[in-house]
C-alpha cells in the first residue's frame, strides 16, 4: 500500500456514530536544536551546523484501530557544513533542509496481535541491522507492513517486509544520494523469553534496488542468533550481556559473490547509578572477488564504532571494535530532574590482516532540565591507517510534549 493510498483510506475510515465517543486523539509534537562543529584532517575548512528539527502529527484511536500521520520539518540556521548536496569544501554533516511526511500509518492490535501498514519507523533488535538512524535530524522511516505476534507465553514473532527505505537525504535526495531505495527488504525476529534472557533467531534480507553511492553492492542476507539478559548478583549489582552470531551474503542483485560472519559479545556492571561496559564486535571480512565485508546499510550508525562516524560503509576488510565505557547517571528532585557523564574507548582494526585501523574517546554529559533534555558530546578520532584525524563537538536540546 502506497502513503497516498493510505491517505485515501484514512479519510474514509469508519467512525459509526453509536461508538464516536470512543475516538481518542494523542498530539505529536517534538523539537530538537543540534549543533555539529567538525575539524578534519585534509580538509581546510571546519564545519559548523546548527539545525532544528520539528515533527508534528496527531494518533487517532478508534477501538483496535488506530491511525498515525506525522510530518517533519528540518530548518537550517548556520550553513557552514557540506550537508551531502551543496558541495562546500567543508566535512559532512548528514543533515540537510527538508519538509517530508515522516509517519503515515494504520495499525490494529488485539488479542496478542499488532498489524501496521504504511511509512513507519523501525527499530528492530539494537538497531545494527535496521532501525531509524534517529541521531540525524531526518529520520530514516520505512514504507513497510510489519507483524507483530505474541499469541503464546515467552514467544514472539516479528515479521516485516518493507517496500520502500526513505533515507536521512529527506527531500533534498539526488540520483547520487537518493531520498528513497526501493527493494524487497524482509525482516524477521523470532523471539523466546528464557530465564537466562531473551534468546532469538532474526534474518534480515536487504534490497537495496539503487545503483547510487555502493548501488547493489550493499544488497544482503543475514542469518544469526542473540542472547540478552540481565542477572542480579546480590549487594545492589546486576550483571548485563549480549552475543549474536550472524553469517551474511549477497542478496538480490548484488554482484558480490561472498560470506562474512558478524558477532558481539558485550558484557556491563551496574551498581546504583554507575554501570562499567566492555565489549567487541565484528563485522567480519568476507570470502570471495572482489573483497567484501559485512555491511549494514539500514543501521543507527551513531550508536556503532563511535560518533565520529568513520565506519557508516565497513571497510573491505571488515572491522573489529574492542570498546569500554563507564558511565553515571543520577536522579534528582528539583528543576535538574536527571545528569548523567560518560566516556567511551575503541580502538578499531580491521577483521582481514589485523591493520590498525584508529583510536576514538568519545565523552559525554547531559541532563534533564525542566522538560528538556540537554546533552554535549566530543568525538576524538585518531587515525593509525584508516580515513583522517577527526573532532567533533555534538550539542543537541530535545524538546517532547
Same mark, same amino acid.
Given at each position: 500500500?502506497?502513503? *497516498?493510498?493510505?491517505?485515501?483510506?484514512?479519510?474514509? #475510515? *469508519?467512525?459509526? +456514530?453509536?461508538?464516536?465517543?470512543?475516538?481518542?486523539? =494523542?498530539?505529536?509534537?517534538?523539537?530538537?536544536?543540534?549543533?555539529?562543529?567538525?575539524?578534519?584532517?585534509?580538509?581546510?575548512?571546519?564545519?559548523?551546523?546548527?539545525? /532544528?528539527?520539528?515533527?508534528?502529527?496527531?494518533?487517532?484511536?478508534?477501538?483496535?484501530?488506530?491511525?498515525?500521520?506525522?510530518?517533519?520539518?528540518?530548518?537550517?540556521? /548556520?550553513?557552514?557544513?557540506?550537508?551531502?548536496?551543496?558541495?562546500? +569544501?567543508?566535512?559532512?554533516?548528514?543533515?540537510?533542509?527538508?519538509?517530508?511526511?515522516?509517519?503515515?500509518?494504520?495499525?490494529?492490535?488485539?488479542?496478542?496481535?499488532?498489524?501496521?501498514?504504511?511509512?513507519?519507523?523501525?527499530?528492530?533488535?539494537? $538497531?545494527?541491522?535496521?532501525?531509524?538512524? +534517529?541521531?540525524?535530524?531526518?529520520?530514516?522511516?520505512?514504507?513497510?507492513?510489519?507483524?507483530?505476534?505474541?499469541? @503464546? =507465553?515467552?514467544?514472539?514473532?516479528?515479521?516485516?517486509?518493507?517496500?520502500?527505505?526513505? !533515507?536521512?537525504?529527506?527531500? =533534498?535526495?539526488? *540520483?547520487?544520494?537518493? $531520498?528513497?531505495?526501493?527493494?524487497?527488504?524482509?525482516?524477521?525476529?523470532?523471539?523466546?523469553?528464557?530465564?537466562?534472557?531473551? @534468546?532469538? &533467531?532474526?534474518?534480515?534480507?536487504?534490497?537495496?534496488?539503487?545503483?547510487?553511492?555502493?548501488?547493489?553492492? @550493499?544488497?544482503?542476507?543475514?542469518? &544469526?542468533?542473540?542472547?540478552?539478559? !540481565?542477572?542480579?548478583?546480590?549487594?545492589? #549489582?546486576?550483571?548485563?550481556?549480549?552475543?549474536?552470531?550472524?553469517?551474511?551474503?549477497?542478496?538480490?542483485?548484488?554482484?558480490?559473490?561472498?560470506?562474512?560472519?558478524?558477532?558481539?559479545?558485550?558484557?556491563?556492571?551496574?551498581?546504583?547509578?554507575?554501570?562499567?561496559?566492555?565489549?567487541?564486535?565484528?563485522?567480519?571480512?568476507?570470502?570471495?572477488? *572482489?573483497?567484501?565485508?559485512?555491511?549494514?546499510?539500514?543501521?543507527?550508525?551513531?550508536?556503532?564504532?563511535?560518533?565520529?562516524?568513520?565506519?557508516?560503509?565497513?571497510?573491505?576488510?571488515?572491522?573489529?571494535?574492542?570498546?569500554?565505557?563507564?558511565?553515571?547517571?543520577?536522579?534528582?528532585?528539583?528543576?535538574?530532574?536527571?545528569?548523567?557523564?560518560?566516556?567511551?574507548?575503541?580502538?578499531?582494526?580491521?577483521?582481514?590482516?589485523?591493520?590498525?585501523?584508529?583510536?576514538?574517546?568519545?565523552?559525554?554529559?547531559?541532563?534533564?532540565? =525542566? &522538560?528538556?533534555?540537554?546533552?554535549?558530546?566530543?568525538?576524538?578520532?585518531?587515525?593509525?591507517?584508516?580515513?583522517?584525524?577527526?573532532?567533533?563537538?555534538?550539542?543537541?536540546?530535545?524538546?517532547?510534549?
Amino acid at each position: 500500500m502506497s502513503v *497516498p493510498a493510505l491517505a485515501v483510506l484514512a479519510a474514509a #475510515w *469508519p467512525l459509526p +456514530a453509536a461508538h464516536a465517543q470512543e475516538l481518542t486523539v =494523542k498530539p505529536i509534537i517534538d523539537a530538537r536544536l543540534h549543533f555539529e562543529h567538525i575539524d578534519q584532517d585534509g580538509i581546510a575548512m571546519p564545519a559548523d551546523a546548527l539545525t /532544528i528539527r520539528t515533527r508534528a502529527g496527531a494518533e487517532l484511536g478508534h477501538g483496535p484501530f488506530s491511525l498515525l500521520v506525522e510530518g517533519e520539518a528540518t530548518a537550517v540556521v /548556520i550553513d557552514r557544513y557540506n550537508d551531502g548536496f551543496n558541495g562546500l +569544501a567543508r566535512p559532512v554533516v548528514a543533515d540537510p533542509g527538508n519538509a517530508e511526511l515522516n509517519r503515515a500509518q494504520l495499525r490494529y492490535t488485539d488479542h496478542g496481535l499488532a498489524f501496521t501498514v504504511g511509512r513507519q519507523r523501525l527499530e528492530l533488535a539494537d $538497531q545494527r541491522f535496521v532501525g531509524p538512524a +534517529a541521531w540525524r535530524q531526518n529520520e530514516q522511516t520505512f514504507d513497510a507492513a510489519r507483524l507483530q505476534w505474541t499469541g @503464546l =507465553k515467552r514467544l514472539t514473532v516479528d515479521a516485516t517486509y518493507a517496500w520502500s527505505v526513505r !533515507t536521512v537525504n529527506g527531500n =533534498k535526495g539526488t *540520483p547520487a544520494r537518493p $531520498q528513497s531505495i526501493n527493494g524487497d527488504n524482509i525482516f524477521v525476529i523470532v523471539s523466546y523469553a528464557a530465564p537466562v534472557g531473551t @534468546l532469538s &533467531g532474526f534474518a534480515y534480507l536487504v534490497d537495496q534496488d539503487s545503483a547510487a553511492l555502493s548501488g547493489f553492492r @550493499l544488497s544482503s542476507q543475514t542469518y &544469526g542468533a542473540r542472547l540478552s539478559g !540481565t542477572q542480579p548478583l546480590g549487594g545492589g #549489582w546486576k550483571l548485563g550481556y549480549t552475543a549474536s552470531l550472524a553469517r551474511q551474503s549477497a542478496y538480490a542483485r548484488n554482484p558480490n559473490r561472498y560470506a562474512a560472519t558478524y558477532g558481539l559479545a558485550e558484557a556491563n556492571l551496574s551498581h546504583k547509578a554507575v554501570t562499567g561496559t566492555a565489549g567487541f564486535e565484528v563485522l567480519g571480512a568476507g570470502s570471495g572477488t *572482489p573483497l567484501t565485508s559485512v555491511q549494514t546499510p539500514l543501521a543507527s550508525f551513531f550508536r556503532f564504532q563511535g560518533w565520529a562516524s568513520k565506519f557508516t560503509i565497513t571497510p573491505p576488510d571488515g572491522v573489529r571494535d574492542a570498546y569500554a565505557t563507564l558511565a553515571a547517571n543520577w536522579k534528582h528532585d528539583g528543576w535538574i530532574s536527571n545528569y548523567g557523564l560518560g566516556a567511551t574507548y575503541h580502538r578499531l582494526t580491521s577483521d582481514r590482516l589485523a591493520r590498525r585501523y584508529g583510536d576514538e574517546l568519545d565523552l559525554i554529559a547531559s541532563a534533564r532540565i =525542566k &522538560g528538556y533534555t540537554v546533552a554535549a558530546r566530543l568525538a576524538h578520532y585518531v587515525s593509525r591507517s584508516f580515513s583522517a584525524n577527526t573532532d567533533k563537538v555534538l550539542v543537541t536540546v530535545d524538546w517532547q510534549l
